[in-house]
């Protein structure tokens, strides 16, 4: 899912859980038509786990923490319930350790929908999901919504009342942009003695959200962090593509010895799979790599990794396209590096992402594809560089910028 977008619910109970790098605090709130608990009992957390309809469950450290939502026992006059996530550790931002909302059906355990908020940087706090009734039936919403003073704000906002009440906190700029000046000092409601619940002036509305880039005009050059949908006149690419990747040496004359690899991902970040030189199809022929190229020398790409989107398993829902040098030689060695996917089938390049910048490194994550739950695939610059040789040692620094 993609920040706004929302899908129905096909179950009547569903669970929503948060995965990270860290150990994450999860929450849910029970609020009316005015965006409100009805007391602090709303608040539904691991100290107080189980409310009307809602349930918090703990991954005690291991698996992630969840909320389950029985939408046959929510009571009326609540008509959503928003799920909140923070980091354990007190002041830690979600810079770096975007989480990962998965939400299934709650007796099969099916995965629904996935949503990774992007961009994140300052905020201590997010609203990341909500559940919602609209018109008799309920669906589900991806939100993203940060916070910059932790769970206190988002609590705050929406009645929760909290020891020595503070205004309500201010959210977090557009993702991407500073926080200005030190949050306010806001007591944590999960410590607080339950009472009457405040009255705080209504959170503002999020940004709207810029207009994707599609494949509609042809051929895309992407930015560093910039995103685009494989979508062309409104439907989703599923076909065969091919990631190619080249570079060339800094220094005339000398031979600079890369791999590319791809590293395949499961909705809640798990490894899949990776392809590389040593490995040259994955996920029953679905992946295959063309094979190494000792030199980077010669036009063209000097390593093509072929993907057919139509025959991906459902399991496989990210691939990390990664370039490394066993033998050490740095990326400050490289003149320019590049990754672009071409149209298996027409041979037509589709998007192109050039490496401008170089880091004395032996690791570089070029690009990343994503698999919506609309069904389209989203292709995302990188350009992170990573101290590793091989592909193996890509791969959590790779799940972590999912």
């Known amino acids: 899912m993609t920040p706004g977008s929302n899908i129905p619910l096909t179950a009547a109970r569903v669970a929503v859980d948060v995965a990270a790098p860290v150990r994450l605090d999860v929450s849910g709130l029970l609020l009316t038509a005015d965006g409100k608990v009805r007391s602090d009992d709303d608040f539904i957390f691991f100290n107080q786990p189980s409310g009307p309809g809602v349930t918090y469950q703990s991954g005690g450290g291991t698996t992630p923490d969840k909320v389950i939502v029985d939408t046959a026992a929510v009571p009326a006059g609540i008509e959503k319930i928003v799920v909140t996530a923070s980091p354990d550790a007190a002041g830690q ?151 190619g990747l080249g570079w060339e040496p800094a220094f005339r004359g000398k031979d600079i010895d890369l791999d590319a690899s791809v590293i395949a991902y499961g909705p809640n970040r798990n490894h899949v799979d990776s392809c590389y030189f040593g490995k040259l199809s994955i996920v029953n022929g679905a992946i295959k790599h063309s094979g190494d190229n000792l030199t980077g020398e010669g036009g063209g790409d000097d390593e093509v990794i072929v993907v057919d989107l139509g025959r991906l398993p459902q399991d496989v829902t990210g691939l990390v396209f990664t370039v490394n040098s066993f033998s050490g030689q740095k990326f400050t060695e490289v003149a320019k590096a590049y990754c672009r996917l071409i149209d298996a089938a027409s041979g037509e390049e589709l998007v192109r992402f050039d490496l401008t910048n170089a880091e004395a490194q032996t690791g570089v994550m070029m690009a990343k594809l994503i698999k919506q739950f609309t069904g389209e695939w989203e292709m995302t610059g990188m350009g992170q560089f990573v101290k590793s040789r091989t592909v193996r040692g890509m791969v959590k620094p790779a799940a972590q910028a999912l």
């Open 93 to 243: 931002t979600f810079q770096g350790i975007e989480p990962t909302a998965t939400i299934r059906d709650a007796d099969s355990g099916s995965v629904l929908a996935t949503f990774t908020p992007p961009r994140l940087g300052s905020e201590t706090a997010l609203v990341i999901v909500e559940i919602y009734l609209r018109n008799g039936a309920w669906k589900a919403r991806a939100v993203g919504q940060g916070y910059a003073n932790g769970l206190a704000g988002i609590a705050t906002d929406f009645g929760v009342s909290v020891e020595e009440p503070a205004p309500a906190a201010p959210m977090a700029p557009p993702v991407g942009q500073p926080v200005q000046g030190p949050p306010p000092p806001v007591a944590d409601p999960r410590q607080a003695a339950p009472s009457a619940p405040a009255a705080p002036p209504a959170p503002a509305a999020p940004a709207p959200r810029a207009g994707k880039i599609n494949l509609d005009k042809g051929r895309v050059s992407l930015q560093k962090n910039q995103t685009v949908s494989l979508v062309k006149g409104g439907k989703p690419l599923l076909s065969q593509v091919k990631m």
